[in-house]
Structures are given as C-alpha cells and as structure tokens.
C-alpha cells in the first residue's frame, strides 16, 4: 500500500510553529530574550532580530547546496546564488525581507511523532555561513544550536544576523538525542502559541518590511 501522507497544517499552525521557533531563539539564547518577533500579515514568515524565518513543508528536506550537492559550504563562491537552486529560497526569502540573514526551514510532519527537520541558512555577505542545519537543544547547556548536514561543525545563531559557527560537534548519539528535545519543545511552543490565541494579537510586519507581504 502507497505510504499515507502526512495531514497540511492549517495557516494557524503554520504561523504557530514559525511563533514557536522564534520563542525557542529568545529562550534558549540570550541574545535574542529582548527582541520582539513580528509575524507577516498572512502569516508565511517572521522577523526577529536581523533573521527573517520562513518554513516549508511541501518539499522534502534536502540537506546539500550546489546545484548537484556536491558544494562544500565553508569554501563557497561568492555570487553563485543564481545558479544555485539549493540555496534559492533562503536567497530570495532575504531579499524580500530587505537583505536580513535567512532561516529556511524545511519541515516535514511537524506535529507528528516522527518530524524531519532541517535548517537552511543564507547570511549575505558570508557564503561560509550558508549551510543546510540540524537544530539541536544542546542537554548540557540548554542552548539552541545548528549542526552542519555533514556534521563537519556546529553554529549558534547571533541577534545582528551572523552565525557564531565552531568545528567541536557533539557525537552522532548526543545530536539524536539533542534534536529529538528540539523537536519536543518546538512542538509544545506551537500548542501553547494556538491554545494561548497569540497568533491573532501579534501585531504583522508592515508592508514596508521588505515587501514580505
């Protein structure tokens, strides 16, 4: 039998887990604990700090850039974002949201027992700082972390939309069990977020905001 796919959220829950991700930034780093998250008008995407925040869930997650995936994203070319369908929708979700830094989130079964979640940032300027993501909730520090797809390095996310990226990453086992709590906190932000009606009172970008709407 062909493989039951995974009920669409609606527009509320979408909004809901992109609320989620962004209470989890400002809990989780410092950073981020006294920047406002601001929700476009239609509820697609999310500003907070100098990091614009979009998720996917139509596409399967794919966890390469270059056109083939075989780019390696610390030794990247400047300029090749117009040939680069991988890194397309981080890119021009940027744009659209004046030039900040891009968190593309590739999502699938978000609220269901076995979500696939990956990252794919686009910081303009640092090509290095472009890479597909695992986020992790690190046990021993409590913090939000990126680990890199190849898990050649890990990254923390800072509020001025650079990428504070470190060669140490944890063991296979530790990340497994680190996303694992990622995902479990994700998902609780996005029921208190529908449950609490914050959705409705979060006041949307305006349309001078990067032209997101």
């Known amino acids: 039998m062909p493989p039951t796919p995974a009920p669409a959220i609606t527009p509320e829950q979408h909004a809901a887990a992109l609320l989620g991700f962004a209470a989890l930034m400002r809990q989780l780093n410092p950073e981020f604990e006294l920047q406002r998250p601001t929700l476009t008008a239609c509820g697609t995407a999310l500003t907070v700090a100098n990091w614009v925040i979009a998720i996917d869930q139509s596409s399967p997650p794919g966890w390469a850039f270059g056109k083939h995936n075989n780019c390696n994203a610390q030794a990247r070319c400047v300029g090749c974002t117009h040939i680069c369908d991988a890194e397309a929708p981080a890119f021009d979700l940027s744009v659209r949201a004046g030039g900040r830094s891009a968190l593309w989130i590739e999502a699938r079964n978000i609220l269901g027992d076995h979500p696939v979640i990956s990252v794919r940032s686009f910081v303009p300027g640092r090509p290095g700082q472009s890479d597909v993501w695992f986020p992790i909730q690190c046990p021993a520090t ?72």
């Open 142 to 213: 409590g913090m939000l972390v990126l680990i890199a797809a190849n898990r050649s390095r890990e990254a923390r996310l800072r509020a001025d939309g650079r990428l504070m990226v470190s060669g140490i990453v944890p063991s296979a086992d530790y990340a497994i069990f680190a996303a694992a709590v990622f995902c479990r906190s994700w998902q609780s932000q996005i029921k208190q977020h529908l449950g609490q009606g914050t959705i409705i009172a979060l006041p949307a970008a305006a349309e001078s905001d990067g032209g997101l709407l």
